[in-house]
């Protein structure tokens, strides 16, 4: 069982001292600036830590690749991810953009393209401007303070640091005995723990937690967005009080759907965005690191620095512990 901790005394106090209120936006621990809540446990101490330790003769990508036509986020009317060329070779010819001779652009073979998508799109993480309460966010910006005609100007993507922290891959899949767990199954905390037991780990201070739910057995089947299996609020509670900084899984919106709660279609999203200050990986992919029994690892991932985005694309990488 490793119990090792990444995270020193000072700021295990911080989450300790941190209390979260129901339905209310929270003010970070980290001062009334913050605007990257927990991953402000990420330091140099901790990075070193877990670069000491990271096995580099194995790499797993845990991203999905982006193409027309994948599943995603667009029921509620948000754009699907598409690319299509500026510029090819056949076409210079005919247009010459670059305004050179006929001799240049038979000789020069000149392909160029341009992708639209909605931020949410494929394996990404969802920052703290994107859910919060009524017009607050976390550490209570507000719309009439911070959100622009374009962008919020607070808690963008361009304010995550990369994140190189202890990664845990908790297996509930495999906790029930089933490659993907059943339509909206609800993780909650009974499942989290039988999982800690069975796969004989602890979670610590400054973890990036992964949930493997099975449900990218279905990918690229457009059955991937509905009715998903994962966190509930109670999971969510559990995970984030024991010092997660990120937690992710390997489907659609890391929680169930539909909701249970009548009231709040999305509550883990607002409940760990807007009050407990740890933000949210999407669409990951874990059956690699589930294949060759990796339940412990190196987590490394860095999102595009999209100024003021709710969320953005992000390629993590895992690699096992040595040692």
């Known amino acids: 069982m490793c119990t090792l901790c990444y995270v020193d005394e000072a700021m295990k106090a911080k989450i300790i001292a941190y209390n979260a209120e129901f339905h209310k936006v929270s003010k970070s621990p980290f001062g009334k600036d913050d605007e990257i809540g927990m991953l402000n446990l990420i330091d140099g101490r901790s990075r070193s830590a877990i670069l000491s330790r990271a096995d580099a003769s194995k790499v797993f990508d845990l991203s999905v690749d982006h193409f027309v036509g994948m599943p995603g986020w667009f029921g509620a009317g948000d754009p699907p991810y598409q690319i299509g060329m500026t510029h090819t070779p056949g076409g210079e010819i005919v247009g010459n953009s670059m305004g050179v001779s006929l001799e240049a652009n038979q000789l020069v073979g000149y392909s160029g393209d341009s992708v639209s998508m909605y931020t949410h799109c494929g394996t990404h993480i969802d920052t703290f401007n994107h859910f919060g ?107 984030a009080k024991n010092g997660a900084i990120m937690i992710g899984a390997d489907n659609l919106t890391l929680e169930q759907t539909p909701a249970a709660d009548p009231l709040n279609f999305l509550p883990v999203h607002t409940y760990l965005l807007a009050e407990a200050g740890v933000v949210i990986l999407e669409m990951a992919f874990l059956d690699e690191l589930v294949g060759e029994g990796v339940q412990e690892f190196a987590f490394f991932g860095a999102c595009i620095k999209l100024r003021g985005a709710t969320g953005s694309p992000m390629r993590p990488v895992a690699m096992p512990l040595a040692g």
């Open 133 to 239: 309460y009524g017009d607050e966010i976390f550490n209570g910006f507000t719309t009439g303070r911070n959100l622009g005609s374009r962008v919020w100007d607070k808690c963008g993507a361009e304010k995550h640091p990369p994140i190189f922290a202890r990664g845990v891959l908790l297996d509930v899949a495999a906790l029930h005995g089933v490659a993907t767990l059943p339509p909206s199954h609800a993780i909650g905390k009974a499942d989290l723990e039988g999982c800690l037991k069975r796969q004989q780990l602890a979670l610590a201070p400054g973890d990036v937690v992964m949930i493997h739910t099975g449900q990218m057995k279905l990918w690229p089947n457009m059955s991937f967005v509905a009715n998903t299996p994962g966190l509930d609020r109670e999971g969510a509670e559990f995970l």
